[in-house]
């Protein structure tokens, strides 16, 4: 069974940097057949797509967030990373990773339980 | 653009409930569906329209194509009441309906 954990700091300070951290278990970050997904859900609202990354490193980004958006891999602990740099209250969301299955409609069929991140003044 | 009807519901254990989600372009069938609980992640019920997850019990449906689809529960179970998004894939960003809220 596939499981994934975030990890981070639950408040961030405006104009500072957002880091979170996304463990893996059960699949291989390393391996093809998967995207690995950041997706938020601000208080009360819906949900976000951030991005996903492929196992070759390749980024994907929603245009809307693209500019202060890094998802990297960290192949030898199985692990992805988000980085949201210059937050705003905006940010204040709960913050999920998720495997997404390659193929067609390319669900995502496995998350984390979600990490709230609050921005603080 | 995709749009979700209705927002929110009040049903019965027993009920049949359909959500339906519509796309401003056609989208194929790059069309999945979440549940929701309270203070849980979202997880996949339907993929491509009318494909179920493992482990997704038989009450689920989905159909459609193109524009419009539905999610079907035939008989709700008390641990159906929920709120239920639909997600399209076809046109990047991936992007996710608003949400149905199905409570009692």
């Known amino acids: 069974q596939v499981q994934l954990q975030e990890s981070g700091p639950g408040l961030v300070e405006t104009s500072q940097t957002l880091s979170l951290t996304c463990a893996v278990s059960?699949?291989?970050?390393?391996?093809?057949?998967?995207?690995w997904s950041w997706i938020r859900q601000r208080p009360g609202k819906g949900l976000e797509w951030i991005g996903y990354i492929y196992y070759d490193g390749t980024p994907y980004f929603n245009p809307s967030l693209k500019s202060r958006v890094t998802i990297s891999p960290d192949k030898s602990k199985n692990q992805f990373s988000l980085k949201l740099t210059s937050v705003t209250a905006a940010d204040t969301a709960v913050y999920y990773c998720?495997?997404?299955?390659?193929?067609?409609?390319?669900?995502?069929?496995?998350w984390g339980q979600g990490t709230l991140v609050t921005v603080s003044p | 653009q995709v749009t979700q009807s209705p927002a929110s519901l009040s049903a019965s254990v027993g009920d049949r409930v359909t959500i339906t989600c519509r796309t401003g372009?056609?989208?194929?069938?790059?069309l999945n569906w979440y549940q929701q609980k309270p203070g849980k992640a979202p997880e996949l019920l339907i993929y491509?329209?009318?494909n179920l997850h493992s482990g997704v019990p038989l009450r689920f449906s989905g159909s459609g194509s193109g524009t419009d689809f539905t999610l079907t529960i035939t008989s709700l179970e008390p641990e159906d009441f929920a709120t239920y998004y639909c997600q399209q894939t076809f046109i990047s960003p991936p992007t996710f309906g608003q949400g149905t809220n199905v409570e009692i």
């Open positions: 998720a495997k997404v299955r390659v193929g067609h409609s390319t669900p995502f069929d496995f």
């Open positions: 059960g699949a291989s970050i390393s391996r093809g057949g998967s995207y």
């Open positions: 372009q056609t989208i194929a069938d790059f």
């Open positions: 491509a329209a009318s």
